[in-house]
């Protein structure tokens, strides 16, 4: 069953390898882009450029560099410069990341742990109308894609009742106090949040349910209840441990495709983050930041990845004598 | 199995069954109702917004680069956001130029130069005096650093007279000066330019010092927003508002109801909702047209007799009845805006005639099959129409412009291609004249006529996506010519009168309509946008002018 | 075991459920554009009409038929996620039976590979892929399963390794049965049930994938999609289009996906060795 038997050098190896054909494919590609930055920034301008300024930009922006002046950018951790933003792609990628992180990772962390805590419950009452109706439930939101449930929210709460503002991560320039600010924040993650955690929960929640009633029927949590041990406690530190595996691999997954995973409802809530970013970045033909965002979350793929083969390890004891 | 978890569910639920059955049902049936209750305990714990002494404008995009000359978008938006820090000779408002800082100009035809009074109380935002030197730096500077939004080739030198005047002898007779040089130009700082070797990298606090009425404060990259401050040692005296925020938002017509923000652009069909909810709709000239790009060096469509078959073919007015519903005007054949004190009332037409279209294109030798298209030598009269979507001002929504098109080619016996393309990718085609027609649109037809020498010819126009650059008319090549080098206004509109003949007659390019541009904004705070005559600067359609604030 | 199984899910109402809304709008998807009145690119009507009798959803902005424009739209996200589903599982057991039988060197470079695949953003990847070659929806869709594969994948090669490890695959080795006769008449047919969950779920992805590009503008704009409505009903926000524009396509994609879903779990819960338990 297990893919790895071999030493750790192995696949961090590999993972090396990929992380280099990453930096080459991220290099290669947005090259492929039709058109340039300097036909996309100045194709909708009220300047109009000769033959001779229009050469004279293009040379400005050409890349003269090859793959292995990038490599040893990057080796010096230099991303690149943008030339859409005139900044650092670094920079940017460090404005954008923390509303990534605000949203993406708080709909994750909230809809694991939930999930999970809702899976196990669920579970431990299997058969009940309540687990009936929650796996009923979710199994039907499961069904409900973000397009359609962001929209909805959309729809309901920020157009028609107005509740909600309808675009942005915070009003600019306010002058709040911390606790305005934060309830602020709050206040405007609330529907993208709302959006995302009904995408992701009922997948966890399935899945927690399910590896919750297959430990359940195995023999150790028979002995452990045969134990006399109280159910709260057989449940969270006996069955749901070997439950949790499976959600590890899901959450590593989910969480490395962070940045595409959140364009659709970073578009319909105009909320600012990676995915924007890139997707502006694309229609500029802005590559150095292409580049740099493409590489950048195709290695914290590669790295969570390898972190979840670590935590597998750790958390599994059957994979370690697996052979 | 089965049975084993129905016996299990059986003994669980033996006891509390019908009570925990009564709970459940009633839980999930509230479960809307609690998201609900949540998201309104969210929205009534949120403070309320005290704006104040500030004015917020709503942008769909968001950036468009930092506020100075070497580091704006070469947009519209772009430069707006500069016009509030960088100020300019003169200026324009609702009716035409009026003085920024200069007080007064002149022109002398026999030194061919221009002199500007300067405002003596103009001051740059670190408080030192704007001098005549400051402007003869800016010149020097961008002719060693160009700044695309001006063309300094134009310019032969200046010479500061004294502290607070100057004067700008010309290469030559240049007609667009005042509005190219004169009130696009931002004057630049010569304390804190003269050391700066390479002003694109240049992003010290100090690359944003200007003598503008608003001093620029932040720029969030990735949330889109703009803070500016008023200057109070403003020349022209304090503006009107102490802070000035740009915003991100896809929806004006939301943030324009629950006051999120005070100016934003919105679609002619939300003015009647809008006005009714109290906020000001203003509506532009014609400043933006629509038009369908030929690739003229190609035939078919290398022959005027041609493309003017298309434009006989195409029923503009069904394209603005049922893409735009109604809000739209037909364009001038001529390129320049029916608005234009210079447009000609006497431009070539081309009413929607289809029979002709065809009469006109089996003149060729093609004739109808029975497929209802036209053929030649066994092969069908196809065609690539390239579409994108764009509208005024950078905005970026989908329409059926292409769709009616190629229904009204398919009509005439045209097979139609239809290929809806991402913009840089329909552009970078154009460019390499790699297409048969695209539609595309660009703005600055309600502006200084030189827009007709950078759209028709490729002398002017080459690195331009938008221009025709059409170069088989040694006669239009002439007057496109003579117009820039035009100084006097009635005998540069005479010219002026011959391209749009001209121009409509070999139709490099077909001008379909103007789409309605209108803002709205809130009118209690005491500030009234306007829409600028000819467009701000070169001839941006945004009602952002720094004079509403201002005056 | 598997007929077992078979049985069993003809009585899972999530399945019977499942199995209804996908042949109802699989039926739909495939009569629909010969039942609707109007032609959907017919922009002859008047635009942004109230439902009436001759146009029950009423017409969109560029005056077309919004039902008939449903139907179509309907269809070309089926062909879409058909297309992909399919093409991602050949993809996927192909590679996966391989790199199990294979071993060694072959099966490290082939999942490895996988993994590079995984980790491309594939958001990225066909948004350059849509914008450089302006492919057919098809064409999108073969890309899509290009980079879909590795998971199902993984999944193949982890059953085939048990299987291949267990007695009667073992015996037939034995026997001398070739590595192609053992692939071909144990591997695959045993792994069939993979295979359903497998394709459930890629369509599943495909369809959701299809709608996120298309509402994102990255699909032709003429085409007809429900992503692509949805988009554009969405664009009118501020008029009453509400019940009839925005809500059919929501409403039709959200079953489509809610019917695959379903199914998916049913095929899990019923087939997958791990699972069934859990019935």
């Known amino acids: 069953m297990r893919i790895w038997k071999k030493k750790w050098s192995t696949p961090v190896l590999v993972y090396l390898t990929a992380a280099l054909l990453m930096a080459y494919a991220s290099f290669r590609l947005p090259h492929l882009l039709p058109g340039d930055f300097v036909t996309a920034m100045y194709a909708g301008s009220d300047v109009t450029l000769n033959a001779e300024q229009e050469a004279e ?8 560099d090859g793959f292995q002046g990038y490599l ?42 939930l999930g999970f805590v809702l899976g196990v419950e669920a579970a431990w009452r299997r058969g009940s109308l309540l687990e009936k109706a929650g796996v009923g439930i979710m199994t039907v939101l499961e069904g409900i894609p973000e397009i359609c449930s962001g929209v909805l929210l959309l729809l309901v709460f920020a157009l028609s009742f107005g509740w909600f503002p309808a675009a942005g991560a915070q009003m600019a320039y306010a002058d709040h106090t911390f606790g305005q600010w934060l309830a602020d924040v709050v206040h405007h993650l609330t529907l993208p949040l709302a959006t995302l955690i009904l995408a992701y929960l009922p997948g966890n929640f399935l899945l927690a349910r399910a590896g919750m009633v297959m430990v359940l029927e195995s023999w150790f949590v028979l002995t452990a209840r045969a134990k006399g041990l109280p159910p709260v406690r057989v449940r969270y530190a006996h069955a749901a441990r070997n439950a949790l595996l499976p959600m590890v691999t899901r959450f590593g997954l989910r969480f490395a495709f962070m940045i595409t995973g959140a364009l659709v409802v970073e578009t319909i809530f105009s909320y600012p983050g990676l995915g924007t970013l890139l997707f502006n970045a694309i229609a500029m033909r802005d590559l150095p930041l292409v580049q740099g965002i493409v590489l950048f979350s195709s290695i914290m793929v590669l790295v969570v990845n390898l972190g979840m083969e670590y935590v597998y390890h750790l958390l599994d004891p059957r994979v370690g004598h697996a052979s | 199995m089965h049975t084993a978890a129905f016996t299990k569910k059986m003994l669980q639920n033996s006891l509390a069954g019908l009570k925990e059955k009564f709970f459940q049902v009633g839980n999930h049936g509230l479960a809307a109702m609690v998201l609900a209750v949540v998201f309104m305990v969210i929205h009534i714990c949120v403070p309320g917004t005290a704006l104040g002494s500030e004015i917020r404008i709503a942008d769909s995009k968001g950036d468009w680069g930092y506020p100075n000359p070497f580091r704006h978008y070469p947009r519209g938006p772009g430069y707006v956001r500069m016009s509030w820090v960088f100020d300019t000779l003169v200026w324009k408002d609702k009716n035409g130029y009026i003085p920024a800082l200069a ?74 000066f005042l509005s190219d040089i004169g009130g696009a130009m931002p004057v630049l700082p010569e304390h804190i330019w003269e050391t700066v070797t390479d002003p694109f990298v240049f992003d010290d606090p100090s690359a944003f010092i200007g003598s503008g009425p608003y001093m620029f404060k932040d720029f969030n990259k990735t949330r889109g927003t703009y803070l500016f401050e008023a200057f109070p ?37 939300m003015a009647k909702p809008l006005r009714e909810k109290e906020l000001a709709v203003i509506e532009n000239e014609c400043g933006w047209n629509k038009k369908i790009m030929i690739n003229h060096k190609k035939p078919p ?44 009332p006497d431009t070539p037409r081309y009413p929607w005639n289809p029979q002709k279209a065809e009469n006109m294109i089996a003149s060729f030798g093609w004739a109808k099959g029975p497929d209802g298209f036209f053929h030649k030598h066994g092969q069908v009269l196809e065609i690539e129409l390239i579409s994108s979507n764009l509208t005024v001002a950078g905005d970026r929504v989908a329409d059926r412009d292409g769709e009616i098109i190629k229904k009204q080619l398919t009509d005439i016996g045209i097979r139609v291609h239809l290929r809806n393309q991402e913009q840089t990718t329909t552009d970078s085609r154009v460019k390499n004249w790699d297409f048969d027609l695209a539609i595309s649109g660009h703005g600055g037809i309600a502006g200084d006529p030189r827009i007709l020498s950078e759209m028709i010819s490729p002398v ?56 309605d541009t209108m803002a709205a904004f809130n009118q209690d705070n005491g500030v009234t946008w306007f829409y600028t005559r000819g467009g701000i600067s070169k001839g941006i359609p945004i009602p952002q002018n720094k004079m509403s604030l201002i005056r | 075991m598997h007929l077992d199984a078979g049985q069993q899910i ?38 942004l009409r109230p439902p009436s009798a001759d146009h029950w959803l009423g017409t969109n902005d560029g005056g077309m038929d919004i039902l008939s424009e449903l139907v179509f739209s309907l269809q070309n996200t089926v062909i879409f996620g058909v297309t992909a589903g399919m093409a991602g599982l050949v993809l996927g057991v192909v590679t996966g039976l391989f790199s199990a039988w294979a071993g060694g060197w072959t099966d490290q470079v082939l999942m490895r590979l996988a993994d590079i695949v995984l980790a491309i953003p594939s958001v990225m990847v066909l948004i350059l892929v849509a914008a450089f070659f302006q492919p057919s929806p098809v064409v999108l869709a073969l890309a899509l399963a290009g980079l879909a594969w590795p998971t199902t994948a993984r999944g193949v090669r982890a059953q085939a390794l048990t299987l291949k490890n267990s007695l009667h695959i073992k015996a037939a080795q034995r026997m001398g049965g070739s590595g192609r006769y053992i692939i071909a008449r144990h591997l695959m047919p045993e792994l069939f049930p993979l295979y359903l969950i497998n394709f459930a779920a890629k369509t599943r ?75």
């Open chain 2, 103 to 176: 007080d007064t100009w002149s022109y002398d035809p026999n030194t061919k130069a221009f002199a500007f009074t300067l405002n003596p109380r103009a001051k740059w935002h670190d408080g030192r005096p704007l001098t005549a030197a400051d402007v003869v730096f800016t010149i020097a500077y961008f002719k060693q650093h160009p700044y695309r939004w001006i063309s300094t080739h134009a310019l032969d030198r200046a010479e500061a007279v004294d502290d607070h005047t100057v004067v700008i002898y010309l290469a030559g007779p240049y007609a667009p």
């Open chain 2, 233 to 269: 040692d403003y020349y022209q005296g304090v503006p009107k508002k102490e802070r000035l925020v740009y915003v991100r938002s896809g929806k004006p017509m939301m943030s324009l109801i629950t006051g999120q923000v005070d100016l934003a652009n919105i679609r002619p069909d």
């Open chain 3, 205 to 279: 992805m495909a369809v959701f994938m299809e709608a996120s590009l298309a509402f994102l503008g990255l699909f032709d704009p003429g085409e007809k999609s429900l992503g692509l409505m949805i988009s554009y009903a969405l664009q009118y926000y501020y008029l009453d289009i509400w019940s009839n524009w925005l809500m059919p396509p929501i409403m039709l994609l959200s079953l489509l996906i809610m019917g695959a879903t379903f199914v998916t779990i049913s095929l899990e819960k019923n087939f997958d060795p791990r699972l069934r338990k859990t019935v």
């Open chain 2, 301 to 344: 469509f290398d022959n005027p007799v041609f493309r003017r078959a298309l434009a006989y073919a195409i029923n503009r007015q069904e394209i603005i009845d049922k893409a735009h519903r109604g809000f739209a005007t037909p364009a001038s054949y001529g390129l320049l805006s029916i608005d234009h004190d210079m447009y000609n």
């Open chain 1, 72 to 113: 040893r950018n990057l080796a010096t951790l230099d991303w690149g410069y943008s030339h859409a933003f005139m900044a650092p792609v670094s920079q940017l990628f460090l404005q954008a990341l923390p509303w990534t992180l605000l949203l993406m990772g708080t709909a994750h962390v909230l809809s694991t742990l």
């Open chain 1, 57 to 64: 930009l293009r040379a400005f922006y050409q890349n003269t």
């Open chain 2, 460 to 515: 002017y126009g080459a690195g331009s996506v938008n221009s025709a650059r059409f170069d088989d008319s040694p006669e239009l090549n002439r007057l496109l010519e003579a117009q820039m080098v035009e100084m006097d206004p009635a005998r540069r509109k005479q010219i002026v009168f011959k391209i749009q003949e001209l121009y409509a007659d070999q139709m490099p390019a077909i001008s379909l309509y103007y789409p």
């Open chain 3, 10 to 47: 003809g009585k899972d109402p999530w399945f019977i459920t499942g199995i209804g809304i996908l042949l109802l709008l699989g039926f739909l998807a495939v009569a629909g554009p010969f039942l609707v009145p109007h032609d959907p690119y017919d922009i002859s009507f008047s635009p």
